[in-house]
């Protein structure tokens, strides 16, 4: 795994936000969400990050996609560095590096069309798909993710929870992108539907080669999907192994807190 | 706390001063020469000169600026053209009255509103929030200056309870304190009903009864404290509404208060009082908001414990 | 329109239950409709029992203990069928300001988001002591001596100190803990908690389903843990109830549930929990999305979502009943568990 | 409904005070009374303003003509010229009614032009400020703030005072006193949908400013910004009208609502329907609009419907 060139590449990525006095709004100090978090991760992989709230697991991955500014440190995507890119680097960067959203009630735009939100993507970005095969191309998407396509001119709100991640997942699948980042992408659902987004994003990378930058608090998902994982504590990577290492024999307290926190739906058949 | 004082005093003062340079804008800046607005078209050149010389008129803009914002400082807005007396003076004489009618204004409002929206919310849906906001809706459509027509013509004209106009007595008080105050109840009887409404949906109120405490406690004091914060806010905002009115009643009854002496002014063109009051009256403004702020911080631990 | 409510023989033993629903019916009106999210449910709690009411989003089980709790909310919900039985009362047929009185000194309830139960203006110390003011008379002093007590019982550190402090000085934990040391305050006999957890870290979680456990041992209330993850209450429900479009579909001891499911739903659920060292394996989801309560499926409404279905299921509501082969007292809702389970 | 019970318990009535189906039903009522909300006022504007297009040509109106004989006469009074003036005549023998449709013309023409103006001007502004943020947000909204030191219609009154009277002067003034409101309505709408997952969505896609602002937080803000603009409409036209009252509004010989209010005042004991009869005519229209606006908010914010 070391000897190919990673698809992203993160070094000593440091998130700040300014604090200001109440005043004068004078710059007296930074609020860390993120410190020094390095890590790879490679065409096809699963790299899951793990942490409780306040861990700066989702400021990570706001980090990488774009949605906030890292204070330090350096992000490469293919090589690139993504601080350093102009805007129109960035923007083909962009089309490589897709994100799925946690709320299916808050990120679809309930104003427009299913048909109308996946094509979004095409209208920022002229020139993947013409605009005359919109409709023909959303409807695969559709299809693909296991939404019936006649329903593509339906209204969000007329879809349930499950249904609804499936529509992001389409969006965020629309620019044919290498990387996905699944910000507690399944945290919202139900048991019964989360097992099934869960299998629908592992057949996606099996079949488009894939990789996943997976964001949770749930160790349970993480453990089930992810090839590699890092722990995350107070902004900064407690631990970072593969899914064996990590769950089988965890290093950091801190990590084996966490693991031993976790509730196991069957604790009688647990050795005490 | 004291950073959240200090921010909100912060902004009052840059919010006074802008007031104060937009009135200079507005009064300096405007395509007519103000002297000759002031004296009129039959001024002669002697007079018209003289006159310029005594606004400052003859400086450069920047300095004429300077010199009216130390003058504002210190409460100097030049002599009324038409009384020969500093036009200060002219509002130190009526500003009292207007004060009071808007304190008996705002203190009727409140009285009234409060009962009132309490009522509505607790019966939504109902005959008597359906009257109450059909009330309200419909007094809020009312003109001001229609109201008090009304109420003098059925009050003063036709029954003769109560005098018309001046303020002579007491009573010359309850005329313009009720067309005042009426459009501030119907506004604030809608914004009590909602912040109430939307109160009573959240968890708290929820724990509050799975407590076992009865209603009453449930609205008071759980309800009605998280209500009144949103409410304070928008009394202080609609607090400029309640001046605005204050301009059209004094008009309506002839009442000797600062509003009518804006009008009386800008109708003779007596412009170094004309600044005078509206100056005042947004400084009124501020400071009522001011205020409204520090009580939103006391009332909202929230606010009090933010940096 | 509605089936019987189920008499039970197994709850002879013992002491009677503390609180027993038989067949609640509660609707809501939206303005799409009327629609049911209750439709017979039935359970039983005794003292020193926990209870754990699982189900996925819209099940009912929230509704469940907000028509206990006499919360539902008004005037969009109601009861309409069914018995509430307590303390030899039937509180489902009295009004909801008769409830009320048993609500904290008989009934306690604590909710999912310790934030927004938690009043933002006043101090945490009045909150808790609240209940000892005004439902017990006590002075403001003594109240607020109860309350700390109450606060350092619960484990709130410094509570000498942070006894003034407000809700939005807490961290997501303490304020949960200021809700369960509101709740125990009068000592209830019955606490039910919905979704206690759900809004915390895991870490938190433990702690707080932990101090749950104390509480109960000390205290001997009886305790309904409402829940989503059917891993959170394993370790501290004896019984579980599992509901499913309104209705309880499986019910017995947790242990016989999870480990021997009579319906095909419970078994679903418990297939798709990614967990148990089953890393790397696909997972078995249930097909399909729960019902939308608007237009529940006629018969079994788990049938849509069934790979057992066959035309009975269609057509007839299952009862729940003890399927031969199953242990006393494990209940389920299916036409087919004997068959296919 | 009532459940087959065990031997055991005693059968008694279940005490539902409402039962779901009847909250159904008013529920279902407030929906259809929504629909009707809607309807009827957009029906009394339309007749308002078929009203004012039509009625004044009808009569022929003539603002400079003064017929002396037809002078006061009270509503229904059979004319010099044989027409019968069912709602009266005023100090110089005019039709009212004609005249308050004239009138009427004023007040619609000055509202619509004012909404368009000052929400073009605050929309923009808010759009803006809300999702730039930052330096260009302070400064926005701190210019927003000291617009608001001054009452709306005191500003307008100053600025009235100085730009002269005249119809353009009444739109510039009242827009430049109205554009806050649109700018901080759709600033928070702005703010709040900011942060929602499906604008960060776009963001995620690479959207630019131009598509975000106008495909993406443009389309959201639509409703608050069409219930804000039929309320601020009824707003626009009782400010004209409290200007013209006042008479900084429009010019003399133009026959606005609300000068002929204040020309009625003079004969409020010999003609009592020179000034209350415009003053019901325009809270009508202006009703209308209220009702309209809070109509359109329970539509579009079906959280706050029934509530």
Same mark, same amino acid.
């Given at each position: 795994?070391?000897?190919?060139?990673?698809?992203?590449?993160?070094?000593?990525?440091?998130?700040?936000?300014?604090?200001?006095?109440?005043?004068?709004?004078?710059?007296?100090?930074?609020?860390?969400?993120?410190?020094?978090?390095?890590?790879?991760?490679?065409?096809?992989?699963?790299?899951?990050?793990?942490?409780?709230?306040?861990?700066?697991?989702?400021?990570?991955?706001?980090?990488?996609?774009?949605?906030?500014?890292?204070?330090?440190?350096?992000?490469?995507?293919?090589?690139?560095?993504?601080?350093?890119?102009?805007?129109?680097?960035?923007?083909?960067?962009?089309?490589?590096?897709?994100?799925?959203?946690?709320?299916?009630?808050?990120?679809?735009?309930?104003?427009?069309?299913?048909?109308?939100?996946?094509?979004?993507?095409?209208?920022?970005?002229?020139?993947?798909?013409?605009?005359?095969?919109?409709?023909?191309?959303?409807?695969?998407?559709?299809?693909?993710?296991?939404?019936?396509?006649?329903?593509?001119?339906?209204?969000?709100?007329?879809?349930?929870?499950?249904?609804?991640?499936?529509?992001?997942?389409?969006?965020?699948?629309?620019?044919?992108?290498?990387?996905?980042?699944?910000?507690?992408?399944?945290?919202?659902?139900?048991?019964?539907?989360?097992?099934?987004?869960?299998?629908?994003?592992?057949?996606?990378?099996?079949?488009?080669?894939?990789?996943?930058?997976?964001?949770?608090?749930?160790?349970?998902?993480?453990?089930?999907?992810?090839?590699?994982?890092?722990?995350?504590?107070?902004?900064?990577?407690?631990?970072?192994?593969?899914?064996?290492?990590?769950?089988?024999?965890?290093?950091?307290?801190?990590?084996?807190?966490?693991?031993?926190?976790?509730?196991?739906?069957?604790?009688?058949?647990?050795?005490? | 706390?004291?950073?959240?004082?200090?921010?909100?005093?912060?902004?009052?003062?840059?919010?006074?001063?802008?007031?104060?340079?937009?009135?200079?804008?507005?009064?300096? %800046?405007?395509?007519?020469?103000?002297? #000759? +607005?002031?004296? =009129?078209?039959?001024?002669?050149?002697?007079? @018209? !000169? /003289? &006159? $310029?010389?005594?606004?400052?008129?003859?400086?450069?803009?920047?300095?004429?600026?300077?010199?009216?914002?130390?003058?504002?400082?210190?409460?100097?807005?030049?002599?009324?053209?038409?009384?020969?007396?500093?036009?200060?003076?002219?509002?130190?004489?009526?500003?009292?009255?207007?004060? %009071?009618?808007?304190?008996?204004?705002? #203190? +009727?409002?409140? =009285?009234?509103?409060?009962?009132?929206?309490? @009522? !509505? /919310? &607790? $019966?939504?849906?109902?005959?008597?929030?359906?009257?109450?906001?059909?009330?309200?809706?419909?007094?809020?459509?009312?003109?001001?200056?229609?109201?008090?027509?009304?109420?003098?013509?059925?009050?003063?004209?036709?029954?003769?309870?109560?005098?018309?106009?001046?303020?002579?007595?007491?009573?010359?008080?309850?005329?313009?304190?009720?067309?005042?105050?009426?459009?501030?109840?119907?506004?604030?009887?809608?914004?009590?009903?909602?912040?109430?409404?939307?109160?009573?949906?959240?968890?708290?109120?929820?724990?509050?009864?799975?407590?076992?405490?009865?209603?009453?406690?449930?609205?008071?004091?759980?309800?009605?404290?998280?209500?009144?914060?949103?409410?304070?806010?928008?009394?202080?905002?609609?607090?400029?509404?309640?001046?605005?009115?204050?301009?059209?009643?004094?008009?309506?009854?002839?009442?000797?208060?600062?509003?009518?002496?804006?009008?009386?002014?800008?109708?003779?063109?007596?412009?170094?009082?004309?600044?005078?009051?509206?100056?005042?009256?947004?400084?009124?403004?501020?400071?009522?908001?001011?205020?409204?702020?520090?009580?939103?911080?006391?009332?909202?631990?929230?606010?009090?414990?933010?940096? | 329109?509605?089936?019987?409510?189920?008499?039970?023989?197994?709850?002879?033993?013992?002491?009677?239950?503390?609180?027993?629903?038989?067949?609640?019916?509660?609707?809501?009106?939206?303005?799409?409709?009327?629609?049911?999210?209750?439709?017979?449910?039935?359970?039983?709690?005794?003292?020193?029992?926990?209870?754990?009411?699982?189900?996925?989003?819209?099940?009912?089980?929230?509704?469940?203990?907000?028509?206990?709790?006499?919360?539902?909310?008004?005037?969009?919900?109601?009861?309409?069928?069914?018995?509430?039985?307590?303390?030899?009362?039937?509180?489902?047929?009295?009004?909801?300001?008769?409830?009320?009185?048993?609500?904290?000194?008989?009934?306690?309830?604590?909710?999912?988001?310790?934030?927004?139960?938690?009043?933002?203006?006043?101090?945490?110390?009045?909150?808790?002591?609240?209940?000892?003011?005004?439902?017990?008379?006590?002075?403001?002093?003594?109240?607020?001596?109860?309350?700390?007590?109450?606060?350092?019982?619960?484990?709130?550190?410094?509570?000498?100190?942070?006894?003034?402090?407000?809700?939005?000085?807490?961290?997501?934990?303490?304020?949960?803990?200021?809700?369960?040391?509101?709740?125990?305050?009068?000592?209830?006999?019955?606490?039910?908690?919905?979704?206690?957890?759900?809004?915390?870290?895991?870490?938190?979680?433990?702690?707080?389903?932990?101090?749950?456990?104390?509480?109960?041992?000390?205290?001997?209330?009886?305790?309904?843990?409402?829940?989503?993850?059917?891993?959170?209450?394993?370790?501290?429900?004896?019984?579980?109830?599992?509901?499913?479009?309104?209705?309880?579909?499986?019910?017995?001891?947790?242990?016989?549930?999870?480990?021997?499911?009579?319906?095909?739903?419970?078994?679903?659920?418990?297939?798709?929990?990614?967990?148990?060292?089953?890393?790397?394996?696909?997972?078995?989801?249930?097909?399909?999305?729960?019902?939308?309560?608007?237009?529940?499926?006629?018969?079994?409404?788990?049938?849509?979502?069934?790979?057992?279905?066959?035309?009975?299921?269609?057509?007839?509501?299952?009862?729940?009943?003890?399927?031969?082969?199953?242990?006393?007292?494990?209940?389920?809702?299916?036409?087919?568990?004997?068959?296919?389970? | 409904?009532?459940?087959?019970?065990?031997?055991?318990?005693?059968?008694?009535?279940?005490?539902?005070?409402?039962?779901?189906?009847?909250?159904?039903?008013?529920?279902?009522?407030?929906?259809?009374?929504?629909?009707?909300?809607?309807?009827?006022?957009?029906?009394?504007?339309?007749?308002?303003?078929?009203?004012?297009?039509?009625?004044?040509?009808?009569?022929?109106?003539?603002?400079?003509?003064?017929?002396?004989?037809?002078?006061?006469?009270?509503?229904?009074?059979?004319?010099?010229?044989?027409?019968?003036?069912?709602?009266?005549?005023?100090?110089?023998?005019?039709?009212?009614?004609?005249?308050?449709?004239?009138?009427?013309?004023?007040?619609?023409?000055?509202?619509?032009?004012?909404?368009?103006?000052?929400?073009?001007?605050?929309?923009?502004?808010?759009?803006?400020?809300?999702?730039?943020?930052?330096?260009?947000?302070?400064?926005?909204?701190?210019?927003?703030?000291?617009?608001?030191?001054?009452?709306?219609?005191?500003?307008?009154?100053?600025?009235?005072?100085?730009?002269?009277?005249?119809?353009?002067?009444?739109?510039?003034?009242?827009?430049?006193?109205?554009?806050?409101?649109?700018?901080?309505?759709?600033?928070?709408?702005?703010?709040?949908?900011?942060?929602?997952?499906?604008?960060?969505?776009?963001?995620?896609?690479?959207?630019?400013?131009?598509?975000?602002?106008?495909?993406?937080?443009?389309?959201?803000?639509?409703?608050?910004?069409?219930?804000?603009?039929?309320?601020?409409?009824?707003?626009?036209?009782?400010?004209?009208?409290?200007?013209?009252?006042?008479?900084?509004?429009?010019?003399?010989?133009?026959?606005?609502?609300?000068?002929?209010?204040?020309?009625?005042?003079?004969?409020?004991?010999?003609?009592?329907?020179?000034?209350?009869?415009?003053?019901?005519?325009?809270?009508?229209?202006?009703?209308?609009?209220?009702?309209?606006?809070?109509?359109?908010?329970?539509?579009?914010?079906?959280?706050?419907?029934?509530?």
């Amino acid at each position: 795994m070391a000897d190919s060139t990673p698809l992203l590449k993160v070094r000593n990525l440091r998130v700040a936000y300014p604090i200001r006095s109440s005043v004068l709004m004078r710059h007296i100090g930074d609020n860390v969400a993120v410190s020094d978090v390095s890590f790879d991760l490679h065409q096809g992989e699963t790299v899951g990050l793990v942490g409780e709230s306040g861990s700066g697991k989702s400021t990570i991955a706001r980090t990488i996609i774009g949605l906030v500014k890292a204070s330090d440190g350096s992000i490469e995507f293919e090589g690139k560095d993504i601080a350093r890119a102009s805007w129109r680097q960035l923007k083909s960067i962009r089309r490589e590096m897709q994100m799925v959203f946690q709320d299916p009630y808050a990120s679809l735009n309930p104003r427009l069309t299913v048909r109308d939100i996946i094509a979004e993507a095409w209208r920022v970005h002229p020139g993947v798909v013409p605009r005359g095969a919109w409709t023909s191309e959303a409807k695969a998407l559709m299809d693909r993710v296991g939404l019936n396509p006649d329903y593509s001119d339906r209204y969000p709100h007329q879809f349930s929870g499950g249904q609804r991640q499936r529509i992001g997942i389409a969006r965020a699948l629309a620019l044919r992108p290498k990387l996905i980042v699944c910000d507690e992408a399944v945290s919202a659902l139900d048991v019964s539907v989360q097992a099934q987004v869960l299998n629908l994003l592992e057949d996606l990378q099996a079949d488009l080669d894939l990789s996943y930058l997976f964001i949770s608090h749930d160790l349970s998902v993480i453990e089930h999907l992810c090839d590699r994982v890092l722990v995350l504590n107070r902004g900064v990577v407690v631990e970072q192994g593969t899914v064996d290492q990590l769950f089988d024999n965890p290093q950091d307290d801190y990590t084996k807190r966490l693991l031993a926190a976790v509730p196991v739906v069957r604790p009688w058949l647990e050795p005490t | 706390m004291l950073g959240f004082v200090a921010r909100r005093l912060l902004l009052a003062v840059f919010v006074l001063w802008g007031a104060v340079t937009v009135v200079f804008v507005v009064v300096r %800046l405007v395509p007519a020469d103000p002297a #000759l +607005l002031m004296a =009129g078209e039959t001024a002669t050149p002697e007079q @018209l !000169a /003289a &006159l $310029r010389a005594e606004m400052g008129l003859d400086q450069p803009l920047i300095a004429q600026y300077l010199q009216y914002v130390g003058n504002t400082l210190t409460g100097d807005f030049g002599r009324s053209y038409t009384q020969f007396v500093p036009a200060m003076d002219l509002i130190a004489q009526v500003l009292p009255n207007t004060a %009071l009618l808007a304190l008996l204004a705002c #203190l +009727l409002a409140v =009285g009234v509103s409060f009962p009132l929206g309490l @009522l !509505a /919310a &607790l $019966r939504v849906n109902r005959f008597s929030d359906r009257a109450v906001t059909t009330l309200s809706l419909t007094t809020q459509s009312l003109p001001g200056f229609w109201i008090g027509i009304v109420l003098m013509l059925v009050f003063s004209r036709q029954l003769g309870w109560l005098p018309s106009a001046g303020l002579d007595s007491p009573q010359s008080l309850i005329l313009p304190t009720i067309t005042l105050a009426l459009p501030f109840i119907a506004i604030l009887t809608r914004m009590v009903r909602s912040g109430l409404i939307e109160v009573m949906g959240e968890g708290y109120i929820t724990t509050a009864r799975s407590k076992g405490l009865s209603e009453r406690t449930v609205i008071f004091p759980h309800a009605i404290r998280n209500a009144l914060i949103p409410v304070v806010t928008l009394v202080g905002l609609e607090f400029g509404t309640l001046l605005g009115g204050a301009v059209i009643t004094e008009t309506v009854f002839s009442f000797p208060g600062i509003g009518r002496l804006l009008v009386f002014s800008i109708g003779v063109r007596d412009y170094a009082t004309v600044q005078a009051c509206v100056v005042v009256i947004a400084v009124a403004f501020v400071l009522v908001n001011l205020f409204v702020d520090l009580l939103y911080g006391f009332l909202d631990p929230r606010v009090r414990n933010s940096r | 329109m509605t089936e019987p409510a189920t008499a039970r023989v197994d709850s002879l033993e013992g002491d009677p239950p503390l609180l027993r629903v038989e067949g609640l019916e509660v609707e809501f009106s939206t303005s799409a409709g009327v629609l049911r999210a209750l439709d017979g449910v039935s359970f039983e709690v005794r003292a020193g029992e926990t209870l754990a009411i699982l189900g996925e989003s819209g099940s009912g089980k929230s509704v469940t203990a907000q028509a206990v709790m006499a919360l539902l909310p008004q005037p969009a919900g109601s009861i309409v069928g069914g018995r509430i039985w307590y303390g030899g009362r039937d509180i489902a047929a009295e009004p909801v300001k008769q409830v009320r009185k048993l609500c904290a000194t008989e009934i306690a309830m604590i909710f999912q988001d310790p934030l927004s139960s938690l009043n933002p203006v006043f101090r945490v110390g009045d909150q808790v002591a609240e209940p000892f003011r005004r439902r017990r008379g006590m002075d403001k002093r003594q109240a607020l001596g109860k309350a700390l007590e109450l606060l350092k019982r619960v484990g709130i550190p410094n509570a000498e100190t942070r006894i003034r402090d407000y809700p939005h000085q807490f961290s997501g934990g303490q304020r949960q803990r200021i809700m369960i040391a509101m709740a125990i305050a009068l000592k209830p006999r019955l606490l039910i908690a919905d979704e206690p957890t759900t809004a915390l870290d895991v870490t938190v979680q433990a702690q707080i389903m932990d101090l749950l456990a104390d509480l109960q041992a000390e205290t001997g209330m009886g305790l309904i843990l409402i829940s989503h993850d059917l891993g959170v209450v394993a370790d501290v429900a004896q019984r579980a109830a599992i509901m499913y479009a309104g209705r309880v579909v499986e019910t017995g001891s947790i242990r016989e549930i999870y480990d021997h499911p009579a319906h095909p739903y419970p078994k679903g659920l418990l297939e798709s929990i990614p967990s148990e060292g089953a890393r790397g394996q696909r997972l078995t989801p249930i097909s399909g999305s729960p019902p939308n309560l608007l237009a529940v499926p006629s018969g079994c409404p788990f049938h849509p979502r069934c790979e057992f279905a066959i035309d009975v299921c269609r057509t007839d509501v299952p009862m729940l009943r003890r399927p031969e082969g199953w242990e006393a007292g494990h209940e389920a809702a299916c036409h087919r568990s004997e068959e296919v389970l | 409904m009532t459940a087959a019970l065990p031997p055991m318990i005693t059968t008694t009535p279940i005490a539902t005070p409402t039962t779901a189906t009847q909250t159904m039903q008013r529920a279902r009522r407030a929906r259809r009374g929504v629909k009707i909300r809607i309807t009827v006022p957009i029906i009394i504007i339309g007749l308002y303003v078929i009203g004012a297009i039509t009625v004044p040509v009808i009569y022929g109106f003539d603002p400079l003509r003064t017929e002396l004989v037809d002078r006061l006469k009270p509503p229904g009074t059979t004319l010099s010229n044989g027409s019968i003036a069912f709602l009266g005549t005023d100090q110089i023998g005019q039709d009212l009614f004609a005249q308050m449709m004239m009138g009427a013309r004023v007040s619609l023409a000055v509202g619509a032009s004012t909404l368009i103006f000052a929400g073009l001007a605050g929309v923009t502004v808010g759009l803006l400020a809300g999702h730039f943020g930052g330096w260009m947000d302070t400064v926005l909204m701190r210019i927003a703030d000291v617009q608001l030191a001054f009452p709306a219609i005191l500003l307008a009154i100053l600025l009235a005072s100085v730009l002269g009277q005249g119809l353009t002067n009444i739109i510039i003034v009242l827009s430049i006193a109205n554009w806050v409101v649109f700018a901080r309505v759709t600033r928070s709408q702005v703010l709040a949908l900011k942060n929602r997952e499906f604008v960060e969505a776009g963001r995620a896609l690479g959207a630019g400013h131009f598509h975000l602002i106008v495909r993406t937080l443009l389309p959201g803000c639509v409703a608050p910004i069409l219930v804000v603009a039929t309320v601020e409409f009824g707003h626009v036209i009782l400010a004209e009208a409290a200007l013209s009252f006042l008479g900084v509004g429009v010019p003399i010989g133009v026959p606005s609502l609300g000068s002929t209010i204040q020309a009625g005042t003079a004969y409020l004991t010999s003609a009592w329907w020179i000034s209350t009869l415009p003053g019901i005519a325009l809270a009508g229209l202006v009703l209308a609009t209220g009702v309209l606006g809070d109509a359109l908010r329970d539509f579009y914010d079906p959280t706050l419907r029934g509530a």
